[in-house]
């Protein structure tokens, strides 16, 4: 069985491209969750998706950033114009259902996408 | 808005020590999950804790979830250099900060 698929591993950009970082779920899995790593800390939270629904984007700046989870293919992390502020590393975790007390486990995360802005 | 407190934030031990590492919040949680990072790698979930007072163990880990739900700790007995690592607590959404473990040979 596959895990999450994030790709590309790293991606580089310079100030002012986009950056399209894609995630694909465990099979089965229909929750997408996306969070921001700055070196040395911990996740922040962005967004949480299911197909074809953002059910919270609490997380997610207001300006450049969008996400999608269609209902064909992987879930997409846009981020416009990209600024040097926007290099970190972005992960995508998944779940099976929306996480609740009776549910015995976390997330499954993919092994992140690495953004440089140069 | 809750929040998840991790301390210490760095810890660099010998092999053979113990270590505890604690995870609070002033927020009553369902449920508390805890993870490892390795440099490059995403978190992988050691635990999941649900009910109030609980205690997991994995072989050398021992993790309690508080009476209260508000808060948990990551017990290792006699450390060994492979537990190097980030180790994150998380509950519902959100994570703490971290907490960076290096165990020397």
């Known amino acids: 069985n596959a895990g999450v698929m994030q790709n590309p591993r790293h991606l580089v950009r310079r100030r002012g491209q986009e950056a399209r970082l894609r995630c694909s779920p465990m099979?089965?899995?229909?929750?997408v969750y996306w969070y921001r790593q700055l070196p040395e800390e911990g996740l922040k939270f962005m967004v949480y998706?299911?197909?074809?629904?953002?059910?919270?984007e609490s997380g997610m700046p207001k300006e450049r950033f969008s996400a999608e989870f269609p209902k064909e293919g992987p879930s997409i992390l846009r981020i416009q114009q990209v600024v040097r502020g926007d290099s970190a590393a972005y992960f995508c975790?998944?779940?099976?259902?929306?996480?609740?007390?009776?549910?015995?486990?976390?997330?499954?995360f993919g092994s992140g996408t690495r953004l440089t802005v140069v | 808005t809750q929040l998840l407190e991790q301390s210490p934030q760095f810890l660099s031990i010998q092999e053979g020590e113990n270590l505890t590492v604690y995870c609070n919040s002033s927020?009553?949680?369902?449920?508390l999950q805890w993870y490892r990072q390795e440099p490059g790698e995403g978190p992988v979930l050691l635990v999941t804790?649900?009910?109030?007072?609980e205690v997991k163990k994995l072989k050398r880990l021992t993790f309690q979830f508080g009476d209260a739900r508000k808060d948990s700790s990551l017990h290792i007995t006699a450390a060994q250099p492979g537990d190097t690592g980030l180790y994150l607590c998380?509950?519902?959404?959100?994570f703490g900060q971290g907490t960076t473990l290096q165990v020397k040979p």
């Open positions: 099979k089965g899995h229909s929750h």
């Open positions: 927020s009553v949680f369902s449920s």
């Open positions: 804790v649900v009910t109030g007072g």
């Open positions: 975790a998944s779940s099976p259902a929306a996480l609740s007390p009776v549910a015995n486990y976390g997330y499954t």
């Open positions: 998706l299911q197909k074809e629904n953002i059910i919270d």
């Open positions: 998380g509950g519902k959404l959100i």
